[in-house]
């Protein structure tokens, strides 16, 4: 067969305002031949030098299995021949088989690794923020003097921010641009982030959390649109599910930090009594590298060449296109194949273009103003369009997929550890000492008094110096000529007790902790001020151990989803996942040992991240580039309403039943199995 090969050219095309490929092969002039111009053999690279010709035949030519150069190339005559056939096919989609084909040209290699990392990065900074709140809590309420209400709002307020922040940033991601809004994104996380671990009143944290997680919530809109769109259409699958990983990566990153920074009492620092900063400070700290280092990162990335092409930027997308070919190709040590596209077709976009007013009929206060309008009309406008004929069913499918799967999974990662640390509540009650009609008269308590009920007892001239009371309630009990100095307490509560000529000196005792107490002759000297962290063992373990197991209890069902995606299919690894997820649960009913719960939430997990992966591809795919992050936002917003939805209802159940929870998202997880099983399947279909 003679070695013939022809420059891959791309070429304007008579009377058309868009390019076509290549010279000749149809009668449209759109051929495309995939081959480079011929080398000698001199100029052979390094990574062949050594193995000739024969070493280098493919190994699958004896068993008849084609290669996978022939597949793609018998792909690109199918489409070039829909094309000479006379099917009608709209500039849109001339420019997707057109990208298609270019990003073939360019490879998989170096460029999209690196970018893969940087947006992984980004990726793990949303599965860190998702925890950073609930493990400084145990800290922050005691060091923020914080309510149970209050404590309930900073939990909620995380998810709704972020909810805020995905709606937002994936609708401008469309009009803007998917690396520019990134950038803005995670630059308002890092900043909020940074200032939430240094205030100290509840107010300023409650309201920087607020805004760092309005700005971490563009992350996944934005992340899995950006990468898609570098990806050729055999990568697009397995590659996006590697990313996925990421976000497991982020658990674990945030348990692990936790567990290692936030027990360590002397890493804070303080000035006076009014500026202190924590261990659980510092951990607030550490959670917000892995967004820093993905911003520093994206500063070197440029914009997606799709998202400029739907936007008319011809010669800003070919550069990149072309930076892409060259650094794959140079790493590859292939540096001598020539990037040889030379035009693009690009869509008009003269009903997206923003109107100004003109610098002689209005200020720049003005123009911007008109500016900031029409691009909200345009996101607006393109939200809507996501109801449209032709995405109406797609759009429902993909909304009730979404909040099932959140719905029962954000529900579950709650309840599983609720209901282990209500096991253990029981279990401890279970242990608790009961002294009855007790009299202890002249002595001295040194040693710390926990998990004990004391009734109707008798305490004259006794002293209690330098210890905690954790969990300690006195009824009906009389305390007479008696001393409490430098005392902690943790659930301490003296119910309907008389005091006597009692004095109380350097103690965190206040009125809340006497209920229908008397007092007689009783004196408080230097009372702490304010809420003060407990050093002793505040912070269980086992929440740090639970979410770390739930985390990396992800990787199977992340790898396994990677490697069986273009094998088995987006829509039978979302509908046999979620389905087999809603039989994982009823395996609760089996037990409600604690280690059955924790082995439990790791088998569901891991089967749930199959399912997410599913649904993140299937997302990319079924939208068009113009409404991807839109669509992503949109429905990834969806994901975090039904998130607080699920762990608010689920939580509620706590101790009071088993039953309905399972149920909830038993219904839950099979409802949504069956509705993906009604998806298009997307493996095949070209990026629109």
């Keep these: 067969m003679a070695n013939h090969y022809q420059n891959n050219i791309y070429h304007q095309g008579g009377e058309d305002s868009y390019g076509t490929y290549g010279e000749g092969g149809g009668q449209d002039g759109y051929g495309y031949q995939t081959d480079y111009p011929a080398q000698e053999e001199d100029a052979a690279s390094d990574a062949t030098e050594g193995h000739d010709e024969e070493d280098q035949m493919y190994e699958g030519e004896y068993q008849g299995i084609p290669h996978p150069d022939e597949v793609k190339a018998a792909q690109r005559a199918a489409r070039a021949k829909a094309r000479t056939d006379g099917s009608a096919v709209s500039e849109l989609e001339e420019l997707a088989e057109q990208y298609e084909d270019i990003m073939e040209d360019c490879g998989h290699g170096r460029f999209q690794w690196t970018l ?22 145990p800290s922050a309420e005691k060091d923020l003097c914080l309510s149970n209400a209050e404590k309930g709002t900073l939990g909620l307020v995380v998810f709704l921010s972020m909810m805020v922040g995905a709606f937002l940033w994936g609708g401008l991601a469309d009009k803007v641009g998917r690396r520019r809004c990134l950038i803005v994104a995670l630059a308002i996380n890092c900043v909020f982030a940074f200032l939430s671990s240094f205030a100290q009143g509840y107010g300023f944290f409650l309201f920087f959390r607020l805004l760092s997680g309005v700005g971490i919530g563009g992350t996944v809109p934005i992340v899995y649109s950006y990468f898609s769109e570098f990806l050729q259409m055999d990568k697009r699958g397995e590659h996006l599910s590697w990313l996925c990983m990421f976000w497991m990566i982020g658990g674990i990153y945030a348990s692990f930090t936790a567990w290692g920074i936030i027990p360590r009492y ?34 070197f990335m440029p914009e997606s060449p799709r998202f400029l092409l739907e936007n008319a930027k011809h010669d800003e997308a070919w550069m990149i296109l072309k930076q892409v070919h060259d650094t794959n190709w140079r790493a590859k040590g292939q540096p001598e194949k020539v990037f040889t596209v030379t035009h693009i077709k690009a869509p008009k976009t003269a009903e997206d273009e923003f109107i100004e007013i003109q610098s002689a009929t209005g200020t720049p206060v003005q123009r911007w103003a008109v500016r900031s309008l029409t691009l909200c009309k345009l996101v607006l406008r393109n939200m809507a369009s996501l109801l449209s004929a032709e995405l109406r069913l797609g759009t429902l499918f993909m909304a009730i997929i979404w909040f099932c799967l959140a719905f029962s999974y954000y529900g579950l990662s709650v309840w599983f550890p609720d209901m282990i640390k209500h096991l253990q509540y029981q279990q401890y009650e279970a242990q608790v000492k009961i002294f009855y009609r007790e009299r202890v008269e002249n002595y001295v308590f040194n040693f710390s008094l926990e998990n004990q009920i004391h009734k109707e007892g008798e305490f004259i001239k006794d002293k209690f110096i330098s210890i905690e009371l954790k969990s300690v309630k006195f009824e009906d009990s009389l305390f007479e000529d008696c001393l409490f100095e430098d005392i902690r307490s943790t659930d301490l509560v003296f119910e309907n ?23 007689e002759n009783t004196t408080f000297k230097h009372n702490k001020h304010g809420c003060h962290l407990d050093t002793m063992e505040e912070n269980d373990v086992l929440i740090y151990l639970v979410s770390f197991l739930g985390s990396l209890a992800v990787l199977p069902g992340n790898i396994m989803s990677a490697l069986f995606m273009e094998k088995i299919g987006r829509v039978k690894i979302i509908g046999g996942s979620m389905l087999i997820s809603a039989g994982c649960t009823f395996f609760l009913f089996l037990s409600f040992s604690q280690p059955a719960m924790i082995a439990l939430q790791c088998l569901f997990c891991g089967v749930c991240a199959a399912a997410w992966n599913g649904i993140e591809v299937v997302t990319v795919e079924l939208y068009p580039t113009s409404k991807r992050a839109t669509a992503f936002g949109v429905l990834n917003a969806l994901c975090k309403l039904a998130a607080v939805l699920g762990s608010s209802i689920f939580a ?15 219904a839950a997880l099979v409802c949504g199995g069956l509705v993906a099983l009604k998806l298009p399947d997307t493996r095949q279909k070209i990026l629109q």
């Excluded at 509620?652 to 038993?666: W, Y």
């Design 266 to 299: 002397g890493w804070g620092f303080g000035m006076g009594t009014e500026f202190q900063f924590h261990s659980w400070r510092v951990f607030v700290l550490v959670a917000a590298l892995p967004a820093i280092t993905s911003l520093v990162g994206l500063t």
């Design 652 to 666: 509620s159940f706590v101790g009071i039943t088993k039953v309905l929870p399972i149920l909830l998202a038993f």
């Design 116 to 137: 893969f990392m940087v947006l992984g990065l980004a990726l793990m900074a949303d599965g860190v923020e998702c925890f950073v709140v609930a493990f400084v809590l």
């Design 497 to 519: 007790c008389t005091i006597r000529s009692t004095v109380f000196n350097n103690t965190d005792l206040w009125e809340e902790k006497f209920i229908d107490s008397r007092m």
